[in-house]
Antibody
Framework: QITLKESGPTLVKPTETLTLTCSFS??????????VGWVRQPPGKALEWLGI???????RYSPFLNRGLTITKGASENQAVLTMTNLDPLDTATYYC??????????????WGQGTLVTVSS | QAALTQPRSVSGSPGQSVTISCTGT?????????VSWYQQHPGTAPKLLIY???KWASGVPDRFAGSKSGITASLTISGLQPEDEAEYYC??????????FGGGTKLTVL
């Protein structure tokens, strides 16, 4: 059974850096074809894809995000880390991590974390 | 952001069928059979319903059916049930190794 959970700060000041950790079980980022993606959702708004990291360290990012974004593996093979720099109040959102299996261009998320609300405010 | 276009809301009565459209371009929906659909109830995480245009995710009833014609993908929900009331999002490969979501559609079961 695959489960994921996001953790990190709930309040961040503008211009600061956000670091979120996705801890998961039921799969490993050391295993062939496994991947973890990040999706965010501003309050009352639509989902927005941020990026993905795959088992082989292949990283893909949204071309529409005008923020410094990095997704890496965590300290263990059961963690992924999202780092976003120079935050703006518009980055206030619920951030989700989700499981995916590598299939070339085909990307879909079959298991999701519960999400964590991050507020950017001074 | 160049989101896929979905109607803001649709509605139907229990037992009826509704269809939610998702319109993109030839560079995303029209160019690849990599459309997925998600259901999201208030305050919860999205749930995968359909992937690769018309394949059912595990445990999803066949009342939910996906299709595509040209640059428009569709999700049809038949035999509407009260618990189907939720927000629905489409997503597609968007080129340059990216994924793009639709703006979401609120389904109301009357």
């Amino acid at each position: 059974q695959i489960t994921l959970k996001e953790s990190g700060p709930t309040l961040v000041k503008p211009t600061e850096t956000l670091t979120l950790t996705c801890s998961f079980s039921g799969f490993s980022l050391a295993t062939l074809n496994m991947g973890v993606g990040w999706v965010r959702q501003p309050p009352g708004k639509a989902l927005e894809w941020l990026g993905i990291i795959y088992w082989d360290d292949d990283q893909r990012y949204s071309p529409f995000l005008n923020r410094g974004l990095t997704i890496t593996k965590g300290a263990s093979e059961n963690q992924a880390v999202l780092t976003m720099t120079n935050l703006d109040p518009l980055d206030t959102a619920t951030y989700y991590c989700a499981h995916t299996t590598y299939s070339g261009y085909d990307v879909f998320f079959d298991y999701w974390g519960q999400g964590t609300l991050v507020t950017v405010s001074s | 952001q160049a989101a896929l276009t979905q109607p803001r809301s649709v509605s139907g009565s229990p037992g009826q069928s509704v269809t939610i459209s998702c319109t993109g371009t030839g560079r995303d929906v029209g160019g690849y059979n990599y459309v997925s659909w998600y259901q999201q109830h208030p305050g919860t995480a999205p749930k995968l319903l359909i992937y690769d245009v018309s394949k059912w995710a595990s445990g999803v009833p066949d009342r939910f059916a996906g299709s595509k014609s040209g640059i428009t993908a569709s999700l049809t929900i038949s035999g509407l049930q009260p618990e189907d009331e939720a927000e629905y999002y489409c997503a597609s490969y968007g080129g340059t190794y990216s994924l793009v979501f639709g703006g979401g559609t609120k389904l109301t079961v009357l």
